[in-house]
């Protein structure tokens, strides 16, 4: 006679996965922090590619975690499934297929870490904790490589760091960070922690200014600016605006204002302008090829489809944007776009419900500090939607990332203020009113 599996009550789910939990941040510090590049000794097993494997092999039959039908629920969780696929396919009309393939595995590893993290990541507190190790890791890079931010006046790389070791890279990456530093900071309880946070969102500020990248520069305005859009604060949004401004005219040298100035003037600079060529190969593959050329082949077909007064015979598409048009086509776009303004816009509607919520119930301060939230993870989402337009990020792992979040925390949001039907730990959790009847679903995008 076949026994019953044991069902788990919310507070044993909670406490019987926090292993994992911490694990997932483990895996994490690996794959952006990479000690094993400053510490040899870790670097004699492969623990970057196996902390994150077994974990996700364990999470494949771990009790207590998400479950799927409530993953599946939101309509962004199936789009990185989708993305993966379509690099996959690609490999049946690239022009080298073992390229596409390569992108592949890089992918499926990524698609490790999205999955655990909408899987474990089941309360806000296990969502900020990601947010927070993700901006630990940086700054762990940060200060393996301190003169990044000591020696501004020349370009430094950051040794040992992968995929983020170019400084534009490095720096595009800590634009997605200022969203979610602003809101630790926001919601800080103490004084001491609200200064330290404060004074860690200026020292991601400064890290970007000292790599002198015009691309994350922009990410970074375009975050602050968002952020200051959407605050009910916007006298006290202008004072810091204008305080941070000071600041990066004390700390910025004359070399990063010339880099700035290109950027009304692309064809004065030798980089800038080879990003247009870049862009315009990118188009011409599209427009030839429907389906793109495949991934991972972008820059074998540069030279075919370069532009006669191209500075250089080889590159890549310096825009995860003008990457994916050439290597997947305009489908390969508009997936791009799903994953990058659906996430943003899956934010905004769940934001305006909360909002409704609040006026029907008739406090206007009930759920301030997830809209607070909701608008910060939208800002990294437009940082990672600007810096990402001048860098070949398309295939990095911030894309999985960045969806893992926010799908985890649209559903503890939606789950604890009874916009969806939630288990017992997200009710307790919202306080003891009910679940309304009839409560309706978010609506998937």
């Not at 200064?195 to 994350?216: E, H, K, V």
């Not at 604060?233 to 941070?244: D, E, N, P, T």
């Not at 017992?424 to 003891?432: I, Q, S």
Request: with cysteine; proline share 5%; glycine share 8%.
């Amino acid at each position: 006679m076949k026994t019953k599996a044991k069902e788990f009550s919310p507070e044993e789910a909670e406490k019987s996965t926090r292993y994992l939990y911490w694990w997932l941040l483990l895996a994490l510090f690996f794959e952006y922090g990479r000690p094993a590049a400053y510490f040899k000794p870790l670097g004699l097993l492969p623990l970057n590619s196996a902390i994150p494997l077994v974990l996700f092999l364990v999470t494949c039959f771990a009790k207590g975690l998400r479950p799927w039908n409530r993953i599946f629920a939101d309509g962004l969780a199936k789009w990185p499934f989708i993305f993966l696929g379509a690099v996959l396919a690609s490999m049946l009309w690239a022009t080298v297929g073992g390229y596409s393939f390569i992108v592949f595995q890089k992918m499926l590893g990524y698609l490790f870490i999205y999955i655990m993290i909408v899987r474990i990541c089941t309360s806000r507190e296990r969502v900020n904790g990601v947010a927070l190790t993700l901006i630990v890791s940086h700054l762990f890079l940060l200060v393996m490589n301190p003169e990044v931010v000591l020696s501004p006046t020349t370009r430094h790389y950051v040794i040992g760091a992968t995929f983020l070791g170019d400084g534009n890279d490095y720096s595009m990456s800590m634009c997605i960070l200022l969203g979610f530093q602003l809101n630790i900071a926001l919601n800080q309880t103490t004084k001491f922690k609200k200064m330290f946070s404060w004074f860690l969102l200026g020292l991601l500020m400064l890290t970007i200014i000292g790599t002198q990248s015009r691309g994350a520069t922009l990410g970074m305005v375009g975050v602050f600016g968002y952020m200051w859009w959407r605050s009910p604060r916007k006298a006290a949004g202008v004072v810091a605006i204008v305080v941070a401004v000071i600041g990066v005219l004390l700390y910025a040298p004359a070399v990063y204002f010339e880099r700035m100035g290109t950027l009304s003037a692309p064809q004065e600079d030798s980089s800038a302008e080879g990003r247009i060529h870049a862009w315009r190969a990118g188009t011409k593959m599209a427009l030839h090829n429907p389906l793109g050329v495949g991934a991972g082949n972008f820059p074998n077909n540069f030279p075919k489809y370069r532009g006669p007064d191209a500075p250089v015979r080889w590159m890549t598409a310096h825009s995860m944007y003008f990457l994916i048009l050439g290597e997947l086509g305009i489908l390969g776009l508009l997936m791009l776009f799903k994953l990058v303004f659906g996430n943003f816009r899956s934010n905004v509607r769940l934001r305006k419900r909360l909002e409704e919520e609040q006026e029907r119930l008739k406090e206007p301060t009930r759920f301030a500090a997830d809209i607070r939230a909701l608008n910060a993870y939208n800002g990294s989402i437009i940082g990672l939607a600007i810096a990402g337009g001048f860098l070949s990020v398309t295939y990095y792992p911030h894309i999985f990332v960045m969806v893992g979040v926010c799908v985890a925390l649209r559903r503890v949001m939606a789950e604890e203020a009874g916009l969806v039907d939630a288990p017992a730990a997200a009710r307790k959790r919202a306080g003891t009113r009910r679940l309304r009847p009839g409560a309706e679903q978010i609506p998937a995008t």
